[in-house]
């Protein structure tokens, strides 16, 4: 098995995953039904991604491992996602902001990826990035409208830019595997993505009247499995079933 | 070009979210395979990454075709090239409107990647183009919420994608 490509979907897969699943909680609690469904309605795109990757994973891995293996019996140190998708949805404003920063980065990665040498990664992406490019189209525009709108809405936009920025900096610092997926030339170089991820920001901030903050320091580990306190509660409630009643199906 | 007897059957087999159009006109069969063993495969691509209407459009296209005698067929997913509504078939965008969704435009003119960009999107009752977007989500992946403004209709739009 190619330990490194195994590693590198996985990656891929828990970051559409677990920001999928954060979505999911806004079921049926969504400001107004509309954006309801939208968010849930994203959801459902990003766990699509998700299980996409995972097929390719198990695949990879051979022997009994399935997508829903990968998905619902791994523990949390075993997770590859990033520090941000796994931040708490907090008020609307703070989920369309992660949302932002998150389709941004999707968006610049999967248009490189749709061109990897690794087939099934680049029809992956290929397909999921018409998707992403609709979630960064919506999720700009609700930056604009909150950072642009009531005063308690830009004070809620500036309060979610305070808790999330610091965990946007990991986005482009390679983990070991995205290191050897660049030099196989599997996978794009994350780091040249920034420059292009932050202009974007700041293009759509100048519009929402919210300042681009200037602190560099950035949060890690995620990538690596080393998480915040709120991933192993997102597994929790999303493996109980299959933890508690081992290999039931629907 | 594609069996057109085989054709003739999936027209049969209906997209469950949206029954008025079969697999055919969504532009989801990508191809059909006879095998030397005499085996057949089909293959499809779906719509959104995750429509949960693929495993039930699969498991249709297997009923369909053995109720017509074909043995073991086999459903195929390809991811690419990915689907767009530029396949739909002209047939298809008809049924689309008189079932009072309107049909997605042309990619080319749409699919805009400026931010608050709206289609002159037609109502698919009174065919006014003054209409106004409500959502770009809704009650399927594949369809944004409108609303005319003239006849006052709320009415579902098959987005561009």
């Not at chain 1, 039904?33 to 994973?57: K, M």
């Not at chain 1, 051979?62 to 949390?76: F, I, K, M, N, W």
Request: charged share 25%; aromatic share 10%.
């Amino acid at each position: 098995m190619n330990e490194y490509l195994f590693e590198y979907v996985v990656h891929l897969a828990d970051d559409a995953l677990i920001l999928g699943h954060r979505n999911s909680e806004w079921c049926g609690h969504g400001p107004v039904l509309e954006q309801d469904i939208a968010i849930t309605n994203i959801s459902l795109d990003l766990i699509g991604q998700a299980r996409n990757f995972f097929q390719y994973a198990a695949e990879i891995k051979g022997g009994d491992t399935t997508e829903d293996s990968l998905a619902y019996l791994r523990d949390v140190r075993e997770f590859r996602n990033c520090l941000l998708v796994e931040q708490q949805n907090g008020d609307w404003g703070k989920t369309i902001l992660r949302q932002f920063f998150m389709s941004n980065y999707q968006q610049l990665l999967y248009s490189r990826l749709e061109n990897s040498f690794d087939r099934q990664i680049a029809a992956i992406c290929e397909k999921a990035l018409k998707e992403v490019t609709y979630h960064l189209k919506w999720s700009s525009e609700w930056v604009i409208r909150l950072g642009d709108g009531t005063d308690e809405s830009h004070a809620r936009m500036i309060n979610a830019i305070d808790e999330l920025w610091t965990y946007t900096g990991e986005l482009f610092i390679p983990a070991g595997y995205e290191a050897k997926a660049l030099e196989s030339g599997l996978a794009p170089d994350i780091t040249a993505l920034k420059n292009d991820w932050l202009n974007r920001v700041a293009l759509v901030f100048e519009e929402a009247k919210l300042p681009v903050p200037t602190a560099g320091f950035a949060q890690t580990g995620g990538k690596q499995g080393m998480h915040t306190e709120y991933l192993g509660y997102i597994l929790a409630e999303m493996q109980y079933l299959q933890r508690t009643y081992p290999a039931s199906k629907w | 070009m594609m069996d057109k007897k085989i054709l003739d059957i999936l027209s049969h087999v209906a997209d469950p979210e949206v029954p008025v159009l079969s697999v055919v006109d969504l532009g989801i069969i990508r191809d059909v395979v006879s095998h030397a063993d005499g085996s057949l495969e089909v293959l499809i691509t779906p719509t959104y990454t995750g429509c949960p209407a693929m495993d039930m459009i699969a498991t249709n296209i297997r009923m369909e075709l053995l109720a017509n005698g074909y043995q073991q067929p086999k459903i195929t997913t390809v991811l690419s090239p990915a689907w767009t509504t530029d396949w739909m078939s002209e047939e298809g965008k008809l049924k689309l409107k008189e079932y009072g969704i309107a049909p997605p435009l042309p990619k080319q003119q749409v699919c805009k990647q400026e931010l608050f960009a709206e289609e002159a999107i037609q109502c698919p009752r009174c065919n006014s183009h003054h209409t106004r977007r409500v959502s770009e989500f809704g009650s399927t992946a594949c369809k944004a919420q409108y609303q005319c403004l003239d006849c006052k209709e709320p009415f579902d739009y098959f987005k561009c994608h």
